[in-house]
């Protein structure tokens, strides 16, 4: 069975990379997976990425007015 065509998306080909296992062995039936590490440091850069992806950069702005003022 041919493999998946390339995604073109480094973030999705990412996230399908942390989802297989990292080595995998069928006669004598063991799987590995990536370390937690590894998952772990993928998951905090596409959270990063994501976040800077969005408005305002985590910034926001107020007028302040201290009450009893008219």
Do not use: N
């Not at 995604?7 to 080595?23: G, H, T, Y």
């Not at 006669?27 to 772990?40: A, C, F, R, T, Y």
Request: proline share 14%; aromatic share 2%; glycine share 6%.
């Amino acid at each position: 069975m041919p493999d998946a065509p390339p995604s073109p998306d480094p973030d999705q080909a990412l996230r399908d990379a942390a989802s297989q296992p990292a080595k995998a062995s069928v006669d004598g039936q063991s799987v590995e997976q990536h370390p937690l590490k590894d998952q772990i440091e993928a998951d905090r850069y596409l959270a990063s990425k994501a976040a800077a992806r969005k408005p305002g950069l985590g910034i926001k702005f107020a007028k302040i007015v201290p009450p009893g003022s008219v």
